[in-house]
Nanobody
């Protein structure tokens, strides 16, 4: 069994910053891709950023230049540094991990609220 635990969400003013963390634990041989997704009220879940085990990254156009995804393979942890936050970034943020020889796992979600 694999668990993902997110932390770092909260309330911030527009223009501020937050850093999300997501730690994976359990029967893990290796984690391949890891990512962050978000879901705003009334909208579908969307990709924010994803990072391969090699470190290569891809970002949604809406967050390019403002968000940075990184990971620590030794700690099975993925991070999302969010700068210059906007009210439209308000959502529940979920982390995802593609665990080798198992399946995709998801965290429980952490709320990010950006006030104007």
């Amino acid at each position: 069994q694999v668990q993902l635990v997110e932390s770092g969400g909260g309330l911030v003013q527009a223009g501020g910053s937050l850093r999300l963390s997501c730690a994976a634990s359990g029967s893990i041989f290796r984690i391949d891709g890891m990512g962050w997704y978000r879901q705003a009220p009334g909208k579908q879940r969307e990709l924010v950023a994803r990072i391969a085990r090699s470190g290569s990254t891809n970002y949604a156009d809406a967050v390019k230049g403002r968000f940075t995804i990184s990971r620590d393979n030794a700690k099975n942890t993925v991070y999302l540094q969010m700068n210059s936050l906007k009210p439209e970034d308000t959502a529940v943020y979920y982390c995802e991990a593609d665990v080798y020889n198992l399946r995709d796992y998801w965290g429980q979600g952490t709320q990010v609220t950006v006030s104007s």
